[in-house]
């Protein structure tokens, strides 16, 4: 059966012959062009226009991509409207609960759950790669007293492509391949804990690879020569968990990043350093560290949480509130029900007496009720609780979108390869011009 779609602009009506069918039916100007409907294992559809230029010269214009699948992937299925989220088929509240980082790292990678021995060979490997070349170490004095993380972070990921020149051909072996992502895997955590210690003036510590990965990461954070930290398991349970929560969520802003630069054939450091650079920004990544920035801005002005609330409804200012809202979910995020419970088992456990998080909590509530949030559906995201657990374990604010971009790791080389395996061709778009027509230079005398 043919599901037929009529262009509005050409017609004035959109209408579907039900039931479903294989092939969409477009009418542009009195013709009509047969175009595939390409149906995914979840049922979800969309009109394949691989062809539609060759065959109408017009293109799609999808200003920030909300009606765009720009690829068929294998990786994460997530429903914004139900509030789902399955890494591989497997929901991520099980995921959440039973599994450790590295387990869901090789899950994403690979496509399976690991076996005993597979997760072992992994991990080994991973625990074998955590140191970095110390000529990297001097690239930390040229940044300047108070250098963001994430611009040290990204550069210091493009940078090991200049380490590892094997791994700039992605068309290598598999075996190669996977060695710079283990590499990835294994270092970023302490390149991340460096950029920080170096930030604050203090010695870098070095990895401790009798530690788990989470553990070995606090260690690295916190840790001094002349102070051993003890990993609280509350802590490392809940890093655990945001680490899991962040580790994919498909076609988002800097997971297409990573996949439109490694379209080109750039190599997995560059495409990876792309990603970190995309995740920063406050509408994305950055929104953890916006959220505690916000919350420290309602307290300075005197913690009138009603009154912030009504600058975020008012059109007519700029202010939104950080931490609500999202993207693909319109019910509730998933991720934000699971770890707002590690976020309270934290406060708890830690007995933490903050006003900055009293604020958080109010906030939390009056928005949830608040008419404009509600009808919006508008949520707290996981970037609202995340930022209120780093605070409380003693991450610094700057470092919270660093934190991210460790759990979206594992995603970003999986959606990589990914694209690498399917031959995917070079993103390009296409634009609808809107600028002048044709005109004649006009000498600078003449211009007046
Ligand atoms: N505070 C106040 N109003 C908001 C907020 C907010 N946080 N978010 C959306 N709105 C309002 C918009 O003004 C708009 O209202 P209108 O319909 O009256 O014009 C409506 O809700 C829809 O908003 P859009 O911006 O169209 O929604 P979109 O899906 O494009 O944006 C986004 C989603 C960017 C996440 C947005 O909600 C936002 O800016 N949130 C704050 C930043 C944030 O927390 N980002 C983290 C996202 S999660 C992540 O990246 C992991």
């Known amino acids: 059966m043919t599901r037929t779609y009529i262009a509005p602009n050409f017609q004035g009506t959109l209408f579907r012959n039900p039931p479903m069918s294989e092939t969409a039916k477009l009418i542009l100007d009195g013709k009509e062009y047969e ?154 955590p302490t390149l991340a804990a460096q950029a920080h210690k170096v930030s604050i003036g203090h010695p870098i510590m070095y990895p401790k690879n009798s530690y788990s990965y989470t553990e070995n990461f606090l260690h690295m954070m916190f840790a001094l020569p002349t102070f051993d930290y003890e990993v609280d398991p509350v802590v490392d349970d809940a890093l655990n968990k945001l680490l899991i929560l962040h580790a994919d969520h498909e076609q988002n802003c800097s997971t ?100 900055v998080l009293d604020i958080a909590k109010q906030l939390e509530e009056v928005a949830l009720k608040d008419e404009y949030f509600v009808e919006r559906k508008l949520y707290p995201n996981v970037d609202f609780y995340s930022g209120i657990i780093y605070r409380a374990i003693g991450i610094p604010t700057e470092m919270f979108t660093v934190m991210f971009a460790l759990g979206r790791l594992p995603g970003w080389i999986a959606q990589w390869k990914e694209m690498i395996e399917q031959g995917e061709p070079i993103g390009r778009p296409r634009q609808i011009y809107t600028g002048a027509n044709l005109r004649d230079y006009v000498p600078l005398a003449k211009r007046g």
């Open 35 to 188: 175009l595939p409907v390409v149906v995914g294992s979840e049922n979800e559809k969309a009109i394949d226009i691989t062809k539609l230029r060759d065959i109408t010269g017009y293109v799609t214009l999808d200003s920030g991509y909300k009606n765009t699948g720009a690829t068929k992937s294998n990786i994460t299925f997530l429903d914004g409207e139900t509030g789902i989220l399955w890494y591989r088929g497997y929901p991520i509240e099980q995921i959440a609960e039973y599994a450790t980082f590295l387990e869901v790292a090789y899950l994403l990678i690979y496509g399976e759950l690991p076996t005993e021995k597979e997760l072992n060979y992994f991990t080994s490997s991973i625990r074998n790669h955590t140191l970095v070349h110390e000529d990297m170490k001097r690239f930390y004095e040229a940044y300047p007293t108070g250098a963001h993380p994430m611009g040290v972070l990204s550069s210091m990921i493009a940078s090991m492509s200049t380490f590892y020149p094997e791994s700039l051909n992605p068309n290598r072996p598999f075996k190669d391949i996977e060695l710079t992502m283990h590499r990835l895997m294994a270092k970023m």
């Open 256 to 355: 297409s990043t990573v996949r439109m630069v490694g379209s080109s054939q750039s190599n997995l450091y560059s495409s990876i350093s792309a990603g970190i650079a995309a995740l920063w920004g406050p509408l994305h990544g950055g929104a953890n560290q916006a959220v505690i920035e916000m919350l420290e801005r309602i307290k300075a002005d005197g913690g009138d949480v009603a009154k912030w609330v009504a600058k975020a409804k008012d059109k007519n200012d700029s202010f939104r509130l950080m931490g609500f809202g999202h993207r693909v979910y319109k019910n509730f995020d998933p991720r934000a029900k699971i770890i707002k419970k590690a976020c309270d088992d934290v406060l708890n456990k830690l007995g933490i007496h903050d006003p």
